[in-house]
C-alpha cells in the first residue's frame, strides 16, 4: 500500500467520521504524553492546581481568563516540544546539530511559555492583593 493510501486510510471517512477520528488521535496523544512525558504531567497538576486556585482567589473575570488561557498555553507548548522529541528521536538517537537545536527550541518555547505563566500570577497576585514580591 503506498504512503498515501495509508495516510487516507488512517484519516478516516468524511464528515463526522472524520471528526470522531480526529477526537480519538487527540485522546490518545494526551494520554501518551501524560504516560510516558514527566515534564507534561508536572505542568498537568500544576496548572489543575492553579485552575482551582484562580477560582478560589478573588480574582475578576477577565484576570481569570488571561491566567486560565496561560496554563493552558503552557499544556500547549509542552505538547509541541513533546511531539519535537519524539520526532527528532524517531528520526535518529545519534548526535546531530539539527537534532539538538529542534529539541533546544522547543525546551526554549517551554521556558517562555512557564516564564509568562508565572509573570502573570505575580501581576494578578500584586494587583489583586497588593503583594510586594520584592
Known amino acids: 500500500m503506498s504512503d498515501e493510501r495509508y495516510a487516507a486510510k488512517l484519516k478516516g471517512k468524511k464528515g463526522i467520521r472524520r471528526i470522531i477520528n480526529a477526537a480519538g488521535y487527540s485522546k490518545n496523544g494526551l494520554c501518551s504524553a501524560y504516560r510516558h512525558e514527566s515534564a507534561f504531567r508536572q505542568l498537568v497538576w500544576l496548572n489543575g492546581f492553579l485552575a482551582v486556585l484562580v477560582f478560589v482567589l478573588d480574582f475578576g473575570p477577565a484576570t481569570r481568563m488571561i491566567l486560565m488561557f496561560a496554563s493552558f498555553l503552557s499544556l500547549i507548548v509542552e505538547l509541541f516540544n513533546t511531539a519535537i522529541e519524539a520526532a527528532v ?24 511559555a512557564l516564564v509568562l505563566l508565572a509573570l502573570l500570577w505575580f501581576m494578578a497576585l500584586w494587583r489583586e492583593y497588593g503583594l510586594n514580591l520584592f
Not at 535518529?92 to 522547543?106: F, M, P, V, Y
Request: net charge negative; glycine share 4%; hydrophobic share 35%.
Open 89 to 112: 528521536d524517531h528520526t535518529s538517537t545519534s548526535e546531530h546539530e539539527l537534532a539538538k537545536r529542534a529539541k533546544d527550541a522547543g525546551s526554549a518555547a517551554q521556558a517562555v
